[in-house]
C-alpha cells in the first residue's frame, strides 16, 4: 500500500484535505505514527478515522454516498463469506492446485473490499452489518435451488460466475450517482476492475471444467441451467448511447461481439431482487 | 526516452513512471527525495505528453473521450496486426479469442469514433517496431500491458468525467478490459489474472493519470499527442 499515493489522491479530489488534517507536516507525522504503532492490517482502520476528523458531518452527500458503499459492502459480504465458506470444504469441493490458488486469491480479494469499505463507510456513519446468507438460495431455508453449492464444484463455479458478474454490473449500476466523487469513485472503480477480473477467471475455469463460456458475457448466456437469468438482464444490448454496435461504421462487428464489448449495468432493485433468495430475512 | 527496442524497455518506463509519480507526492508531502529518484524525474520530465503542436485531445469531457478513443485506436490496431500476423505456435482456442478481443477493440475505437463524430481526433499512427509479432511472449507480453493500461486509465480517468452518462460508457468499456486483462494475463502465466503486481493489499485495482498512461502509451504512437487541456482534477 503507498499511504503517500492515497493522500495525494486525496489532495487532488479535495484540495483542502491538509487544511482538514491541520497541516501537511503534522498529518504525515500524525500517520507516521500511527502506522509505527499499529499493525498493518489495523492501518485501513486507523486511516478511516483520520478521515474522520477530516471529513465528519461536512458533507452534505454523506448520506448518499455512505448508502451506496454499505451496498458495496453488502454485496462484498455476500462474496466473501461464499468464497470463504466454500474454502472451508478443502478438496471435498475444489481441487488442489491452480483451483485452489484462484479461489484463495479471490477469496483474499473479497475480504480485503469488506475491511476496506468497513473503513470507508465508518467515518460517514453506521457500517452495514453482515447478513445471515444462505448460498442455497433458499432464502434461509437452506434448501433452495443451489442447495448442493457447497458439494458440487461445477455447481459453485456456477454461482461464483454469477456473484462475480453481478458484482461488476452493480457497481456499474451506482457509477452515476458517484460522478465527480473523486477519491471514492476511483477506490469503487477499482474494486469494480478486481471483480471484473474475477468474472473473467470463473468463466475460465468452467470452460476449463467443459462448460461452454469465454471470459466475456456473450448475449445473455450464462451457461448457467436455470436460476439466475436476472443476473444476465440486458446485456444482450448491442446499442450504447443510442449508437448501434453491430457493424458500426461500417466495421464487421457481430451481434456477440457488439454485447461482449460492453458490460451492462443492473438497477438497486435489481440487485436486490437477484442476491434477495441469498439472505436469510 | 522516445524509443524503445525491447518490451523490458517498456516494462522499465513503466516502473519509472510510476516511481516519479509517487516521488512527486513524497517530495509535496515531506519535503525530500532521494537523488536517484530526482534522476529518474529528470529522465521522465520530457515524456509527458504535452506537445502544442500535436493531435490536441481538448478539454473537459470530450478530451477525456478523445483519450479513451486515442487508447482504443492503439489496441484495435495492434489486435488486428496480431490477427493479420499471428505469432509462432498460436493454438486456435488463442486465435478465436483473441479476434474476439480484437472486435471488442474495434467496437470500442468505432464507438468513440461516432459518439465524438466531429469532435473526434484524427486516425494515430501506431509504431509496433519494439514488438516481434513472430513471438508468442512478445505479442502477449504487449497484450497484457496494454490492458492492464487500458484498465488503470479508465478507473484513473473516471473522476475527470463530469457527464454521468459518460462516466456509465465507460464503466461499460472498462469492466471488458479487465475481462481481458485476465484472459491474456492467465495465458501467460495461469491464476495471474489478479495477481499482486496489479491489485494491492486492499484488494484494488491500479488507476492512472492521463500523463502517466500517454507516458507509457507513447512509446507505441507516433504521432505527438498534446494532452495538455485535458482536465486534471
Redesign the interface.
Known sequence: ??F??I??EIE??D?EVYDRLDT?RS??KQFANLSGKIA?AAV?LALGSMFKKAYGGTKSTNETVREILNYALTLEYLEAEFYTSAIAKGTALIPAG?AA??IQ??S??????V??LRAAIAPMGAVATKPTFDFSGGSGSGNGPFKDVFTSYPLFLAVAQTFEDTG?RA??GR?????????L???A?????????????IR?MRKANGVDV???ITGKISGIASGVEASYEGEDNTK??T?E?VN??G????AN??T??????LTKAQVLAIIGPFIKP | MSKRSSQDDMIVSKKAVISNFSRRKFIGYAGAATGLMAGLAACKKDDVPDNKDGVDLGSGDIGILNYAYALEQLEAAFYIKVIASPYTGITAEETASLTEIRDHEIAHREFFKKALDTKAISALEVNFSSINFTSRDSVLGTAKAFEDLGVSAYNGAGKLLTDPNYLVLAGKIVSVEARHAAYIRNKITNGSFADSTVIDMNGLDKSRTPPEVLAIAGAFISTKINASNLPTS
Open positions: 500500500m503507498n503517500n499515493n493522500f495525494g487532488k479530489a484540495p501537511r498529518a504525515m498493518i485501513p491452480a490458488n484462484a486469491t479471490i483474499n480479494h473479497e475480504t480485503a473490499h475491511a476496506f461488476v457497481y456499474k457509477a452515476a450517482e458517484l460522478v465527480k466523487g473523486g477519491d469513485l476511483t477506490a472503480l477499482n474494486i469494480h476492475s478486481v471483480e471484473a477480473r474475477h468474472a473473467a477467471h475460465q469465454k471470459p466475456w450504447q448511447a449508437i454496435i458500426i461504421n466495421m464487421s462487428i457481430s461481439a457488439a461482449e464489448a460492453f458490460d451492462e449495468g
